[in-house]
């Protein structure tokens, strides 16, 4: 007769090896963390957190990798730290009866946490329905519910944004007492989505584990995992990007193909500044339609912002897909052009941009506060956008118009520049109750805000020599006497003034920034970031852009530094409703080299920055695709 169940259980862990081990590390005191990854990209990230936990004191980790999963972690590297990886054959293939073991049921036993991260949208799936078809969705269907599970979801923003997901993990909340859901946060995604759904960053991981274990570093880490910060992205080798589907091996590689290059190697300059998540792949194949000429923000609404209300214990509130701003600092990243960030965003608001009315009357669609663009201005770059010719001469002269003070937009008119005739106009002044100001004459705007602030303004053809606060010498003051003063500051906004002007100004404010020079014998180097409050993305934006990169450049040259890097943030970020079309041929170019800029004068000799003439600047390399008309709207 055969010996009774129990029994066997009982010889069983005493015949057999792999049990004998188990058992042994079972009573070893340590700290027994199963990792498991599915398949995402994010998987990419397993060997950082797996390190990390390995720089706690009395922490053993093995690994199980689901099938898709083993796409993108290398088990080598895994191995070599002494951590075993498990896969789907490890499950039942020693099974020879009931002496053998069962590995998911082993490794429950042996487990005091399992972490999972990523969690796939399949794996979630099948763990909430019960299915138990692999190695670890057997031993999650086998877990003990009074151990903790740490999961960290990681998937495209639309699967995160279905209802399905929070049902998903309602039920595993539900269900596995001690489960606590690591939240996904907003990422580029490899599909070129932009949005909730990328994997939490590993180290927020890590301290989850840690926090749930009470663990404590260990006094001297082992050579295998030290320095693991800037193993970082080396270890990497592309964005960490959430999509998945993991019965569909396929998918995983090409989204794996699909995703942005992160930046794997530091930059050659020393550069402590965060960059900007980069926006989704100027590639993305998704498919947008132009609204219709009565845009309907209904049917936006429903399809783009439906976010899943997540209530559930230790569930936290989930966002819609739009940026909510970049919570945590950014390593930096290195999008294939810079130029993609404009056109990723252009992507972003004709996918995500709710429809609104706006003072015109076309209408427009609008995010607010995307992530910041950077452009590097180094080695003379500037960014004047190649998708479309920009009128780079319209954007010369408004700036020196700019910096002279100047607000009469006769001035540019002469010289065939209209962009600021249909805010000029007559009619326009008129509206906006300015009929004291004859045409042409803006008010206060810009220029008299950068050369005259506080002044009293009495028109544009007045002098105001000596008159308000002259800002831009007062920066270049500043910049060249205390370069480190945190109070470098253009503003042209000026609320006292803003019912006198004929537009109040849209790029509102910039700072300026100086580092130590990145070579040794090198300059300072100078960064600008600028808020603009209200940005035309089909027309005005291309300018702006171009126009404080030139003017960094400029400043920069008068200081005798080296330019370094625009920053762009933006508010009410939008794209009219009768640009889309436009746009959508823009889209479609691959943007080229950006150009370089340099001047034809020495500083000295040109002595004050309102000395620059147009003649001064040598624009070379700029080969843009051709222009691409776009309707003003006032
Ligand atoms: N609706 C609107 N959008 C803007 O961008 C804008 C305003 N208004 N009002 C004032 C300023 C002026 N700026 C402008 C205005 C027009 C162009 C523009 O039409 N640019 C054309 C080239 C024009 C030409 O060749 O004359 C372009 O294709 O970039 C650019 C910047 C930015 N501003
Ligand atoms: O430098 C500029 C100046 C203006 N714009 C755009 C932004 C808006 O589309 C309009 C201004 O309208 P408001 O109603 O005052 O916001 O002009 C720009 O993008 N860049």
Known sequence: MSQPLHARFATRAVKNPMIMEKEHQLTDSKHHVLVAATGSVAAIKLIMIVKALLTYDSVDVQVILTDPARNFVETEALTSLGVKVYTNVDDWTCWNGLDSPITHIELRRWAHLLLIAPLS????AKIANGICDNLLTSLVRAWALH????????????????????????TIGRIYKNTEIILPIEKVLACGDIGMGGMAEWRNIVAKVAEHLHLEHKKVLPNAVKNIENQDEDESSGTENEESNEDDEQDSKEQDSESNEENNNPPSYVDVTPKASPLPSSNSSSIIEPPTSQPSSAKKASAKFVAPSIHSGQLAQSQPPLQSGLSSIRVPSKPSHEENQYLDLIRYIMQYGRSRPDRTGTGTHSVFAPP????????????????????????????????SGDTDANHLTEKGIHIWDGNGSREFLDQRGLNHLRTGDLGPVYGFQWRHFGADYVGCDADYRGKGVDQLAQVIHTLKTNPYDRRIILSAWNPLAIPEMALPPCHIFCQFYVNEPSKPGGKLELSCMMYQRSADMGLGVPFNIASYSILTHMVAYMCGYEAAEFIHVMGDCHIYNDHFEALQTQLARTPKSFPTLSFRRGATDIGEIDQFSIEDFIIEGYEPWGPIKMKMSV
């Not at 999961?151 to 209802?163: C, I, S």
């Not at 950077?374 to 010719?389: D, G």
């Open 121 to 124: 949208a399949n794996s979630m």
């Open 147 to 170: 151990k903790p599970m740490l999961l960290a979801p990681a998937m495209n923003t639309m699967m995160w944004t279905n209802p399905i997901t929070q049902e998903h993990m309602e």
């Open 372 to 403: 910041q663009l950077r452009f590097s201005l180094r080695n003379q770059t500037l960014p004047l956008l190649t998708t479309k010719r920009v009128f780079l001469r319209g954007v010369l002269e408004e700036l020196l118009w700019f910096i």
